[in-house]
């Protein structure tokens, strides 16, 4: 998709070094679900002299403006990804907390008619399934 500066004034922020350079590790990170600290601390890595709590600020205008998507997933720690086009839901990991991203129709239409069984008009949604991943390394940790 790719969020330009002429993104940010449309959204009624300022062009800001933290904000780009936050906006680029976003768009580019391997990790597709990050942590603030996440955030900063591959910032921090990249030699950029940016605070915390700047981090968290920008992360919320973000948020605010429609640019990233804001996730608590079960370990009430919140992540962020860049907002795309189509919606999808998530897996997490349980041991390791890896996030898999998935979109299944069937799910879809089957959330559709269940809201409408109980007289509800659908704003969003959003379905998190918890489990184990295919790593051995969280299998042999259940066992």
């Known amino acids: ?5 002429q993104d940010l004034r449309k959204a009624g922020l300022k062009v800001t070094l933290p904000r780009i350079k936050i906006l680029e590790l976003l768009e580019t990170a391997d990790k597709r679900h990050m942590s603030a600290e996440e955030v900063y601390k591959s910032l921090i890595d990249q030699g950029e002299e940016v605070g915390l709590a700047t981090v968290y600020r920008v992360l919320t205008q973000f948020e605010q403006a429609g640019i990233v998507e804001r996730h608590n997933f079960e370990n009430n720690i919140s992540v962020f990804e860049i907002m795309q086009d189509g919606h999808h839901d998530h897996l997490v990991c349980d041991v390791c907390g890896k996030v898999v991203e998935f979109h299944n129709d069937i799910i879809e239409e089957q959330q559709k008619k269940v809201a409408e069984e109980h007289g509800f008009i659908l704003s ?17 940790s259940i066992s």
Request: aromatic residues 10%; contains cysteine.
């Open 1 to 5: 998709m790719g969020f330009t500066n």
């Open 124 to 140: 969003g949604h959003s379905l998190v399934l918890y489990g184990v991943c295919d790593s051995q390394e969280c299998r042999d």
